[in-house]
């Protein structure tokens, strides 16, 4: 999905735009079949008591508070997260019902680390450290591809046009 045009400068152009690392959904999507076995399981285990509707609404009611809050509120949590970078700046965007939001100018930018353990290296994720001139180094979690985003990053700061990342071309080393 591309981020919207009508939140860009004029002469701003996305070069990046990532939701975090789908590992963020790995235990909701566990609690999800989790919850419907155990409530599949119970169900059928009411289902010769003369109670037995009772209880399954019951069961159903529990299922259900339990997906909307361990299942569905991490899936909309990922989805309206956006990290972003432009050729001018780095966006960052979370929430629904409230909406959070930094902008770092690129010519603020000090440095980039990236930081990714074991799990991390294996999923293709990681952390990005962003040093600013005036702020505590920021970091932003659960970033995909975090050794290309900073790569991305780092070009656009030094904006060197003969060390542009150009996918699917290989340099030929002179």
Do not use: C
Request: net charge negative; proline share 5%.
């Amino acid at each position: 999905m591309a981020y919207p045009d009508d939140l860009l400068g004029e002469d701003e152009r996305v070069v990046i735009h990532k939701h975090p690392h789908w590992k963020m959904l790995i235990i909701p999507v566990l609690v999800l079949l989790i919850t419907a076995g155990a409530g599949a399981y119970l169900a059928s285990l009411v289902s010769s008591q003369s109670w037995h509707l009772f209880a399954w609404i019951a069961i159903g009611v529990v299922a259900a508070i339990i997906i909307i809050w361990v299942v569905l509120s991490p899936l909309v949590r990922w989805r309206s997260t956006h990290f972003v970078i432009t050729t001018q700046r780095v966006m960052v965007r979370e929430g629904v019902l409230t909406r959070t939001g930094i902008d770092i100018p690129l010519s603020r930018i000090n440095s980039v680390q990236f930081r990714h353990g074991l799990i991390d290296r294996i999923v293709g994720a990681g952390t990005l450290i962003v040093e600013s001139a005036s702020d505590e180094p920021l970091e932003f979690d659960d970033i995909p591809n975090v050794e290309r985003v900073h790569s991305l990053l780092y070009r656009e700061i030094n904006d060197d046009p003969n060390d542009d990342f150009h996918p699917g071309h290989s340099r030929s080393h002179r």
